[in-house]
Structures are given as C-alpha cells and as structure tokens.
C-alpha cells in the first residue's frame, strides 16, 4: 500500500514488492491449462497395439514349454538345435530383405564368425551349466525361474516411452532363467540347446518381429494370431487348464484392457501452468 494505493504486483523476482514470497495475485490461475497433452485412442487400433505384449506372453510360454517338451524327453536337444538353427538362419536372410541390407561376403563372413564364437562358448560350458545349481533345491530353481520371466515380460521394450523399460534387463532376465531351466535338464547337449533357444527367443526374435512390423504393418495382426493360435495349440498337450487361463489372459490383454483404458480416459484430469518446471527448447 503506497499512499492509499493497492501496489500491483509483479511476477518478478529481482524486486521486494512487500509481499510474501508465496504470494500470487487473482490472474494466476488463469494460465490454467487442463489435459493439454492427452491422446483419444481408438478401440481397434489399441487392440491392433496389444498384439506386442501377446506375442512376448506367447514367446515365453514357448520357452516354458520348449524346457517341459526336453524335461519329459519328448524333444530331442539335437532336433531343437535343428530346428531353432534353421529356422535363425531363414530370419537372418529375412531381416537382411527387410532393412534392403545386402550383405557382403565379408559382413556374412564376421556374422557367421560371431554365431560361431558364441556356439562354441556356450558348448563348451554346457557341462558346467548341467551341475550349476545342484545344491539348489529344484522348487527355488523353478521360483527363480518365474521371477526372471516376469521380469523379461515387465521390463521388454514394446514400444513405449516408459521410465521402467530395459531391453538389457529384460534380456538379461530371460537369459538368466534360461540358465535356472538348462542346469534342470538331462545333459550337457539339453543345456547348450535350451541357452541357445533362449537367446534366439529373446535377443533375435523381437529384433525381427520389430523390423518385421516397421516394413509391413499388415502382418503383426496376424503374426499375434498364429502366435497366439500356436502357443494356445501346443499349451493343450501339456496341461488343458493352462491352455484355458492363458486363453482367458489373451482375451484380457487383447480386448478388455484396451477397452478399459479407453473408459478410463474421461477421468484424466492433467493439469498445467506456469507452476510448471521451466524446459528449455533448443
């Protein structure tokens, strides 16, 4: 107050107006921005979006049934060197023809030199994978196991800007379990099969399926549903139960959770102004 006048204030900070430090006048609020940044989703398009998180649930499933197939001696640890080998070298050439890269002799020849260095190291340490854990109670090898796969499916990168996703955690993670599962089975061969599957399943294959995805967006809707259709199939010759609640996990991340969040989108309330932290544009 200066002479019965109302001094107006001033949002500067290098001048004493005689007001608290707090203090803001009656335009403050007016600044006021609510929702500024919030997105409308589309049903389909965020079902469409969830096929990301179906197809990593059903490549793990994959890995967990792989290891049951070997346990109980159905699956031979060469046949699935075979076939996971095979079935590498076909990606490969793929990915090559997705990103145009035509690979010369010299790149081919360093890839295959890295493929062999890793095949040999992990052969050779097979034998010591197999006695890893025996003073390991098999229930707490197993317990392990699922915290590392819950880790790989919480941690993977499926697209989104999230704080908490870490491809190397989430690698690490599967590799890990893989490790817990291969020190369960028969031999050295069962070890250096499943170690090697692992890093296929969870290193390679969502590199492809990310490159896949980019050069034709029409097949990741059906790449989640023979995904899907396969995991589902094979989960019936092991357990029919849990063929079922991973039916019902599907349907729960493919359809309801998009509908939820698209319910839930009224309730944002995000709100701005000049409280914000300051960010500066380059």
Not at 33 to 48: D, F, G, I, Q
Not at 161 to 186: Q, T
Request: hydrophobic share 50%; with cysteine.
């Amino acid at each position: 107050m200066v002479d019965g006048i109302m001094k107006k204030w001033k949002k500067i900070l290098y001048e004493d107006q005689g007001f608290p430090d707090h203090y803001v006048d009656d335009t403050f609020l007016d600044e006021l921005k609510k929702n500024l940044h919030t997105r409308n989703y589309e049903y389909w398009k965020v079902v469409k979006e969830s096929g990301v998180v179906t197809q990593q649930l059903c490549s793990v499933c994959i890995f967990v049934m792989v290891f049951i197939f070997m346990d109980v001696k159905v699956l031979a640890a060469e046949t699935l060197v075979y076939i996971s080998g095979g079935l590498t070298f076909i990606g490969y050439l793929a990915n090559c023809l997705l990103q145009r890269d035509v690979r010369s002799i010299r790149t081919f020849l360093a890839d295959l030199k890295t493929v062999m260095i890793f095949a040999g190291f992990s052969y050779c340490l097979s034998p010591v994978l197999v006695s890893l854990t025996e003073t390991i109670a098999t229930d707490t090898i197993y317990a392990m196991t699922t915290v590392m796969l819950l880790g790989n499916l919480c941690f993977h990168d499926y697209g989104a800007d999230a704080e908490m996703v870490s491809g190397v955690l989430s690698l690490n993670a599967g590799l890990f379990a893989s490790v817990c599962l291969a020190s369960r089975l028969h031999t050295s061969h069962h070890s250096f099969a499943t170690v090697t599957f692992a890093v296929e399943l969870f290193a390679l294959w969502p590199a492809l399926r990310r490159n896949l995805r980019q050069a034709i967006p029409a097949s990741h809707v059906a790449m989640t549903a023979i995904l899907s259709l396969l995991t589902l199939v094979t989960l019936t010759y092991i357990s029919m139960p849990a063929a079922f609640l991973l039916l019902i996990t599907l349907v729960f991340i493919t359809f309801v959770c998009p509908w939820w969040l698209i319910t839930l989108q009224p309730y944002k309330n995000n709100i701005h102004g000049p409280w914000d932290e300051a960010v500066i544009k380059e």
